[in-house]
């Protein structure tokens, strides 16, 4: 199995990432081993996989769930000390038209 | 010389030191190594010896917990309110979460001191630390060596005593292999043994928080001090463990059935497999039934995990877009070019490969997507 540049190209764009063409080129080489590494996972496992079982799986019933009550948050000025250039909106440079 | 943390509790109990002594001797011996190991990537001094002169109030007040006034580190992805935490990574530079992780609350509740965050590989995404934005650690055994990774600085601190005890986290082996190359414990605990609240997520379905010390039994005393259901983490469990971790390593196996994997033999060095052997030797004699066992799909863990944590990740690390906190592009000209140039300069190769291996995984078969 391999993977073409573009192919790679459409995976940036989704991830919302951009390469240059060098990245692209070194990217696109790697990526083949990669997937030729995950690609072992369909070689059969000898004995089977039957007693593989998810284990952690926990049903959330209705009962469980709380009431829907205002609960105590985060002050609003707290969550927006990490926001670059926050005067009381979110500021971006003006976009060109 | 590295300290159990039993034996710095008994002397803070017989007053043969105070914890802001104490304290100041850590932070004495990081300002004289860090800046040759890199371990720590964020100092909280001030915030340590807060915390320790209200431990010696506990202290002199007699009801302390053992964790009380001992120093320790925390790995750079665990969230602590107001203080850095950037996961090694440029997209988080100057971050300051305005919450604390979980563990963080329930250490403090014990009278924990904070001396600092610890160098990891970016977003936990590496295995020698070399990610990190600021550079790798070096490990204290021989600092021609790496670390080991992701939790590599969390790792050293401990190794070099600039810590009693660390918390790390583990998603494929990022407690164990750092823990094991720079020859300290490391235990990565049950999936959801441990609240992971607050550890900035890579692979939600195999992250865990787990605690790097100097012995086994101070393993167990953090993990008792840091285990237990959440209702903020939906994967936590409260489990009746019957005694505390501490407690139950005084038990003698007698009786007990042990589990030897043969896979774990495979191309293994041959000094660590003699090592091996003569624990399990050791814990025969001391009367457990020792088992030759198969675990078939071992060979199948690492791409497994691979296309797991990869897929969480592209979708996990989503979030980060320069808009609500973190690094932001200096110029753009769209809000889409701002996110796209954010991202593409805010993140390390290791994590964009990561990104795209993710979102190939989750996008193959819908190509039009």
Redesign the interface.
Known sequence: MS?SKTE?E???K??????SDEELER?TA??DE??A?????N?S???G?EE?RNV?A?M?SFDDLRADEVMPS?PNE??L????GYNGF?S??R??K | MRTKISELAKRLRNREISAVELTKAYIGAIEKLNPTLNAYVHLTFDTALNAAEQADQRLKEGDAPLLCGIPMALKDNICTDGLNTTCCSKILK???P??DATVWEKLKAHGAVLLGKTNMDEFAMGSTSETSCYGAPLNPRNTNYVTGGSSGGSAAVVCANLAAYSLGSDTGGSIRQPASFCGVVGFKPT??AVSRYGLIAYGSSLDQIGPLTTSVKDAAIVFDAIKGGDKLD??S?DYDYGSSLAESLDRDVKGMRIGVAEEFFDGINPEIKSKIEEAIKLIERNGAVIESI?L??L??A???Y??IACAEA?SNL?RY??????Y?TS?????EE????T??EG?GDEV??R???G??VL?SGY?D?
């Open positions: 993977i790679i459409k995976l940036a989704l991830a919302k990432l951009s390469f990217f790697e990526f990669i997937i590494f995950a690609d072992t996972i070689q496992i000898e004995g996989t593989i952690g926990r959330v985060l707290k969550i000390s990490n926001v670059e979110f971006v440079e976009s060109k | 100057g971050f300051k305005y919450y999936y959801g939906q994967t469990v198969r078939p799909a060979k199948s690492l791409p497994v691979y296309i592209s989503g877009d320069g808009i609500r906190y973190g932001r110029s753009y000209a769209s809000i701002m996110i796209v140039k991202r593409s993140f964009k490969r990104i795209i291996l979102t190939y996008s190509y997507a």
